[in-house]
């Protein structure tokens, strides 16, 4: 068994409302018995006026495609 990491506390003087919100989330299984792929297809809607980046955090996932408006975009970094 490995020892994790003590947890950081988090304050809520620190807190900063999100520049995005999720207005709608469909999602798509197709499992499979050696993999799982996943296709989620959100609605988002800018909450802010702050020119910030869109961040999709993820752990141990593989980006297969992504899309805005139907069409591939290739300008993110992974």
């Given at each position: 068994?490995?020892?994790?990491?003590?947890?950081?506390?988090?304050?809520?003087?620190?807190?900063?409302?999100?520049?995005?919100?999720?207005?709608?989330?469909?999602?798509?299984?197709?499992l499979?018995?050696?993999?799982?792929?996943?296709?989620?297809?959100?609605?988002?809607?800018?909450?802010?006026?702050?020119?910030?980046?869109?961040?999709?955090?993820?752990?141990?996932?593989?980006?297969?495609?992504l899309?805005?408006?139907?069409?591939?975009?290739?300008?993110?970094?992974?």
């Amino acid at each position: 068994m490995t020892v994790s990491a003590k947890p950081k506390a988090q304050y809520l003087k620190d807190y900063t409302a999100p520049n995005f919100s999720i207005e709608h989330t469909e999602l798509t299984f197709d499992l499979q018995p050696l993999n799982t792929e996943v296709t989620a297809l959100l609605t988002l809607k800018r909450t802010t006026n702050q020119n910030s980046a869109l961040v999709l955090d993820g752990i141990d996932l593989q980006l297969v495609e992504l899309q805005v408006d139907n069409v591939a975009y290739t300008n993110y970094k992974i």
